[in-house]
């Protein structure tokens, strides 16, 4: 019995892992899922390695979006940079639950070529009236798509996706970028 119980546990263990290795965490075009209620949440589109960068949706009337990254980062760190990412309200008014951390792309003649970092983080709120900003931490990769090691050496772009899930409404996606980055 104890031994079934641990075959039981492994497998049960498998399905988690392969379920979310299977997700990839890159949602490629619109897709659709059921919530515990069953009701269908539509989730925003955002591009996949190797997709064309300029599918991130452009710009949302009202809303700005810059942000600060380094200008450089070293194939021999950690693979990771950081910066930062404002959006501010240039007339429109949202409100709603986002995570704290914006999604970063980096791209090379056009094209993703590493997407963001696996994030697990409980959702900040965002509430922006017009004139006011809120800034959120965003952290790149220079892992490439395919795996394994770093991106060459050279110079990409980076791009920051902020996903707010509104009070009275649909989600507003709203996109920066792009901001060069070297790789060296």
């Known amino acids: 019995m104890a031994q079934m119980l641990r075959k039981a546990a492994a497998l049960g263990s498998a399905l988690v892992v392969v379920t979310a290795c299977a997700a990839g965490g890159r949602p490629a075009g619109s897709t659709q899922s059921a919530n515990s209620g069953g009701d269908v949440v539509e989730q ?44 501010t309200s240039t007339g429109a008014e949202v409100a709603g639950v986002a995570t704290p951390e914006a999604d970063v792309y980096v791209a090379r003649a056009g094209q993703v070529v590493a997407t963001p970092v696996a994030k697990d983080s409980v959702g900040q709120v965002v509430d922006l009236r017009a004139g006011a900003s809120q800034v959120f931490t965003a952290q790149g990769t220079i892992a490439p798509c395919a795996g394994g090691g770093v991106l060459p050496a050279g110079r990409y772009e980076v791009f920051a996706v902020v996903v707010v899930n509104r009070d009275d409404g649909p989600q507003v996606v709203v996109a920066g970028g792009p901001w060069p980055l070297e790789v060296t």
């Open 44 to 87: 925003a589109s955002v591009p996949a390695c190797g997709d064309r960068i300029d599918t991130l949706p452009s710009r949302v009337e009202g809303l700005s979006v810059t942000g600060e990254f380094p200008p450089r980062t070293g194939r021999d760190g950690d693979g990771t940079f950081a910066g930062t990412v404002t959006v």
